[in-house]
């Protein structure tokens, strides 16, 4: 089984961002983004209807880390790194599989910017080679075309497409499964 057992929040640092632990000064514009429909529209999971939602969630990212569950980061840029702009991260490690599943999300102002993707791949050299992760996995709706071409051009390979199996809201959704390899080792 996978040891992880975090210490203190790693900070990222890139050639235009700064990924950080979340705080509740970041509640604002979390609930800007999780509340946002266009943002929101590919992601199953219900919107923020108030700040004190957005800090809930908050408060779930951040005792997910404390009780070496995952590891999400706030996305800003380093000349702003007090504004949270996205958030990246292994949402659910899977330790007996040596396995993550990684999950993220950018507000629209700075989409098609290479920010998520400098972040993304940011966020997996740090599980492959911090992490020691085997593998790490990606569940998207199959209409992101977006998030599908961003995991293809990080490496990820789809492996999988499961028809109806996500209910939300009174209704079933389809996923696509990508998955990508540990490329800086082949077995433990």
Same mark, same amino acid.
């Given at each position: 089984?996978?040891?992880?057992?975090?210490? !203190?929040?790693?900070?990222?640092?890139?050639?235009? %961002?700064?990924?950080?632990?979340? &705080?509740?000064?970041?509640?604002?514009?979390?609930?800007?983004?999780?509340?946002?429909?266009?943002?929101?529209?590919?992601?199953?999971?219900?919107?923020?209807?108030?700040?004190?939602? /957005? *800090?809930?969630?908050?408060?779930?990212? %951040?005792?997910?880390?404390?009780?070496?569950?995952?590891?999400?980061?706030?996305?800003? %840029? =380093?000349?702003?790194?007090?504004?949270?702009?996205?958030?990246?991260?292994?949402?659910?490690?899977?330790? !007996?599989?040596?396995?993550?599943?990684?999950?993220?999300?950018?507000?629209?102002?700075?989409?098609? @910017?290479?920010?998520? =993707?400098?972040?993304?791949?940011?966020?997996? !050299?740090?599980?492959?080679?911090?992490?020691?992760?085997?593998?790490?996995?990606?569940?998207?709706?199959?209409?992101?075309? /977006?998030?599908?071409?961003?995991?293809? *051009?990080?490496?990820?390979? @789809?492996?999988?497409?499961? @028809?109806?199996?996500?209910?939300?809201?009174?209704?079933?959704?389809?996923? !696509?499964?990508? &998955?990508?390899?540990?490329?800086?080792?082949?077995? %433990?």
């Amino acid at each position: 089984m996978l040891d992880i057992n975090f210490q !203190e929040f790693p900070v990222i640092n890139t050639t235009q %961002l700064i990924l950080r632990q979340f &705080s509740h000064t970041d509640a604002d514009k979390v609930f800007e983004l999780r509340s946002n429909e266009a943002i929101m529209r590919f992601i199953k999971r219900p919107r923020a209807k108030t700040v004190n939602d /957005a *800090k809930t969630w908050i408060d779930t990212i %951040l005792n997910s880390f404390k009780n070496n569950e995952g590891i999400t980061w706030a996305i800003t %840029l =380093k000349d702003a790194p007090d504004i949270f702009i996205g958030s990246v991260g292994f949402w659910r490690i899977i330790k !007996e599989h040596h396995r993550a599943e990684i999950g993220y999300m950018l507000h629209a102002d700075y989409w098609g @910017k290479g920010i998520i =993707k400098e972040a993304t791949e940011a966020t997996i !050299e740090y599980g492959f080679k911090q992490l020691n992760f085997h593998s790490i996995e990606a569940h998207i709706d199959p209409e992101n075309i /977006a998030s599908g071409k961003l995991l293809e *051009k990080t490496g990820f390979t @789809k492996e999988a497409f499961h @028809k109806d199996n996500f209910y939300f809201e009174g209704k079933f959704y389809d996923t !696509e499964i990508y &998955s990508l390899i540990n490329p800086y080792h082949s077995s %433990l």
